[in-house]
């Protein structure tokens, strides 16, 4: 996978933030440049006004607009960090520091792809299908409020959905959907939270398809220097320790030695 150590650090000007679902945001930022280097699957350090709350909070890069010169993020309210994010008006500036981690491997020659997110691990494949040549369908599981749909459709893509309490789509989770679909392709892509990436790396397995999974890990400072976002990676017969958000948060669903 790409891993570009070109990033910096900017107070960026907000454009939009608004809130697009029941505690779901969309911030659109003035973006510096950082748009001409940013790729699918990357994220950016957001960081907190309010000084008690050093650590910046990551957030994966939504939508990259190099026309308008502006990055996307979409942001579930969960704890305080996200909570003062989304208090922030258009017109305020904001730090951020990235682009960060590695991003998807698109590979050319693949034509039948299959990309499957959940709860707040749906916004990176917006980006990511802009960048998918061939057969492409979005299997989405949300709790109850479903989000993004329509900027998914604007790309010509159809999109399946599945939530826990059955408002909308399927009643069920996102494996249900790709079962009930019988779902075919090359690639699987997936963003969620862990054990759903786990269930889909089982499925992509068992169905011999490649998968590339975004473990949206726990992380502190999210560049490398704290080794608070470890996971397990296989290395040959054995298993050595990486950094999320430095060699991933991107990995092969292969590599990964599950801790769940
Ligand atoms: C690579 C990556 C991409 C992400 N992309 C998105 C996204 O596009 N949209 C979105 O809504 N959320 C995303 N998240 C999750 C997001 O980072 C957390 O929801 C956010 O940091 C919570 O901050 P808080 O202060 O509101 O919550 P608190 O629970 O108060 O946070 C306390 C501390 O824990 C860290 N933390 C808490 N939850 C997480 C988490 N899930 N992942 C990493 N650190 C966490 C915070 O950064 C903070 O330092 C992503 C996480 C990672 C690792
Ligand atoms: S979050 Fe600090 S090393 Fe990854």
Excluded at 41 to 57: A, D, H, I, K, T
Excluded at 69 to 81: I, S
Excluded at 131 to 152: A, Q, T
Aim: glycine share 12%; proline share 3%.
């Amino acid at each position: 996978m790409c891993n570009d150590n070109k990033r910096a650090k900017l107070e960026s000007y907000i454009l939009e933030n608004g809130e697009i679902s029941p505690g779901i945001f969309k911030m659109v930022v003035a973006s510096n440049r950082m748009e001409s280097i940013a790729k699918a699957g990357q994220f950016v350090n957001l960081y907190c006004r309010e000084g008690s709350r050093l650590l910046p909070r990551p957030i994966s890069i939504c939508e990259i607009d190099k026309e308008n010169n502006t990055l996307t993020f979409v942001y579930g309210v969960v704890g305080k960090g996200t909570e003062e994010f989304s208090k922030i008006k258009a017109g305020e500036y904001i730090e951020l520091l990235g682009p960060l981690g590695n991003g998807y491997n698109i590979d050319e020659e693949i034509d039948e792809h299959i990309i499957v997110g959940g709860g707040l691990g749906v916004p990176p494949l917006l980006e990511l299908i802009k960048h998918l040549k061939g057969r492409k369908k979005v299997y989405l599981g949300f709790r109850s409020d479903s989000y993004l749909i329509e900027d998914f459709e604007k790309h010509g893509v159809q999109v399946l959905i599945a939530t826990d309490d059955g408002s909308e789509g399927i009643k069920g989770t996102v494996l249900d959907l790709l079962k009930k679909d019988k779902a075919r392709g090359k690639m699987v892509y997936a963003c969620g939270p862990k054990p759903m990436l786990k269930a889909v790396a089982d499925w992509a397995k068992d169905e011999k398809i490649l998968a590339q999974l975004s473990l949206e890990e726990r992380m502190g400072c999210g560049i490398g220097t704290c080794v608070g976002c470890v996971v397990r990676i296989k290395d040959g017969d054995t298993w050595d320790y990486k950094k999320v958000c430095v060699d991933g948060p991107v990995f092969f669903s292969e590599e990964v030695v599950w801790d769940v």
